[in-house]
């Protein structure tokens, strides 16, 4: 039995991933290294955590610490 299994690199693209996700239906897939060997397993709660955090913009208190490091440089 012959099963073509779906897997992303380590560098592939969050939205790439999302629609992955999206146009079949999938649970998790499969990250694989150039070698073919396993690194892990994204779902898609990762990825929208991912995207998440992405999209958030810097706290009040880290842009005044990245203020202090720019007048200290």
């Known amino acids: 039995m012959n099963t ?3 897997t992303v690199a380590p560098g592939t693209n ?13 649970r998790w897939l499969p ?3 150039k070698d ?6 994204i779902s898609p709660r990762d990825v929208l ?4 955090r992405l999209s958030r913009k810097p ?13 200290q440089e």
């Open 59 to 71: 706290t009040d208190s880290a842009s005044q610490a990245a203020d202090t490091n720019r007048a």
């Open 36 to 41: 073919g060997v396993l690194l892990g397993l």
């Open 14 to 26: 969050l939205s790439a991933i999302a629609a992955l996700f999206l146009s079949q239906s999938l």
């Open 31 to 33: 990250v694989v290294g």
């Open 49 to 52: 955590t991912g995207l998440q």
């Open 4 to 6: 073509k299994v779906t």
